[in-house]
């Protein structure tokens, strides 16, 4: 069982330690909910449940399917799961420490 608050790039690393190639997008992340909703696809119109997560590393967006759910998340809830993640660059924005330190630092290369 991970810590209630864990990001771990799973699709990066195999489980013996191994470098992935080429690397998979998706990582079993668990973090605390901050807030949720129930919102509707733009082009589709069907519904997915929106969860902003604070887990190790960051905050993230979380979407879901419903039928995933038991039942609506609630702020304070612990979400854990294998995602899939996509993102975008933020031009101009400010790091502090150089890409790619931490992941270097993890599996000790």
């Given at each position: ?5 864990s ?6 690393v195999s489980?013996s330690g ?9 990582a ?10 129930t919102?509707?696809?733009a082009v589709?119109?069907?519904?997915f449940?929106?969860?902003?997560v604070?887990?190790l590393g960051?905050t993230f967006?979380?979407?879901i399917?419903p039928e995933?759910?038991p039942?609506?998340?609630?702020p304070g809830?612990?979400?854990a799961?294998?995602f899939?993640l996509s993102g975008r660059l933020l031009?101009?924005a400010?790091r502090?420490?150089?890409a ?10």
């Amino acid at each position: 069982m991970p810590a209630s608050k864990s990001f771990i790039p799973s699709g990066l690393v195999s489980p013996s330690g191994e470098p992935v190639t080429p690397p998979e997008s998706h990582a079993l992340i668990a973090g605390h909910v901050v807030e949720a909703d129930t919102r509707a696809n733009a082009v589709s119109g069907a519904p997915f449940v929106w969860a902003l997560v604070d887990s190790l590393g960051g905050t993230f967006d979380i979407v879901i399917d419903p039928e995933l759910l038991p039942r609506m998340p609630r702020p304070g809830d612990v979400l854990a799961g294998w995602f899939w993640l996509s993102g975008r660059l933020l031009a101009g924005a400010s790091r502090g420490k150089p890409a790619g330190r931490w992941f270097q630092r993890l599996v000790g290369r």
